[in-house]
């Protein structure tokens, strides 16, 4: 018998990737897959590729129509309050749409013993050779600032951080257990884009960050909102949420150093400027005084 592992994946206009995904997802070996695709209300169409793929491949997963973008953790939390009706469930794999996923990764991750709050891998850049996007992450908890472990760094030949030295995992694909979340309850909705894993991680008590060594996944980072990667800078969208959801943390965890973090934003917008970087400091200007997302950002989104 094969050990089952609950999935969630949150699209959002990914018709143009999702199939590299889940046909990757159909090839996992050695575990029991039980698949919630949770679609923000995309505009194109997504749903519609996913329920022909699905019917022509007879590849079984349940697709759950949101009717608005309710955001990365909103859609999560959609998928998990579903699965976690399953009794033999004792872990949520969270999974990117913009991923891909060797066949041996979900069994790895079905198979690491308990307990952990959250439990993570390498995740990678797709691209040859592989160049690792992050191993894990740690926040500075005077700016908010977050940093991927050992990005950039070689996916073949780098060890992996010791666990100790994590403070969240990278939301792009993680596993939280059963035991954390009746712990911690559903993913933080307030932030929409960022930081949702890394309040989540703040909440685990004496549960654990653990690493599977064995597990890798492959991301094309940012083809839904353009987040930065090692060769370029951000967009507007990934710009205003990452600073917001910067100072969001800022002001529930650390609200004295709240100052420090508004001034790490402005020295981020003199480093886009001399980068000759200019689209996102509008958005990143919003976001540090408070203001809505502009209009543009409003139009990709949901108003």
Not at 237 to 264: E, N, Q
């Amino acid at each position: 018998m094969t050990t089952p592992l609950g999935c969630i994946v949150v699209t959002y206009n990914s018709a143009a990737y999702i199939l590299d995904c889940l046909q990757s997802l159909s090839q996992a070996k050695a575990v029991d897959l039980r698949i919630v695709l949770v679609d923000n209300a995309s505009r194109d169409a997504t749903v519609q590729v996913v329920r022909n793929w699905a019917a022509q491949t007879k590849f079984e997963i349940s697709v759950i129509q949101a009717s608005k973008n309710l955001g990365f953790a909103g859609g999560v939390n959609l998928g998990l309050s579903c699965l976690l009706d399953d009794p033999q469930l004792d872990r949520f794999w969270i999974l990117n749409p913009d991923c891909t996923v060797p066949s041996h990764t979900p069994a790895a991750l079905a198979l690491t013993p308990l307990p952990f709050a959250l439990l993570g891998h390498r995740i990678a850049y797709q691209g040859q050779p592989p160049q690792i996007q992050i191993d894990g992450g740690r926040i500075n908890r005077w700016t908010g600032a977050t940093q991927n472990i050992n990005i950039g760094k070689d996916a073949v030949t780098t060890p992996h951080p010791d666990q100790s030295d994590l403070d969240f995992i990278s939301g792009a694909s993680m596993v939280a257990s059963r035991s954390f979340i009746e712990q911690a309850g559903l993913m933080p909705e307030q932030y929409f884009l960022y930081y949702e894993e890394v309040d989540w991680a703040q909440r685990r008590g004496a549960l654990p960050l653990v690493i599977c060594k064995d597990a890798v996944v492959y991301h094309s980072a940012g083809a839904s909102i353009g987040s930065p990667t090692l060769s370029r800078g951000p967009s507007p969208i990934s710009a205003y949420f990452k600073h917001r959801g910067r100072l969001m943390f800022m002001a529930r965890h650390h609200p004295l150093r709240v100052p420090i973090a508004y001034l790490f934003g402005w020295g981020k917008i003199m480093q886009h400027a001399l980068r000759r970087q200019f689209t996102p400091i509008p958005a990143i200007v919003r976001a540090l005084h408070g203001r809505p997302a502009g209009r543009k950002i409003r139009s990709v989104l949901d108003p």
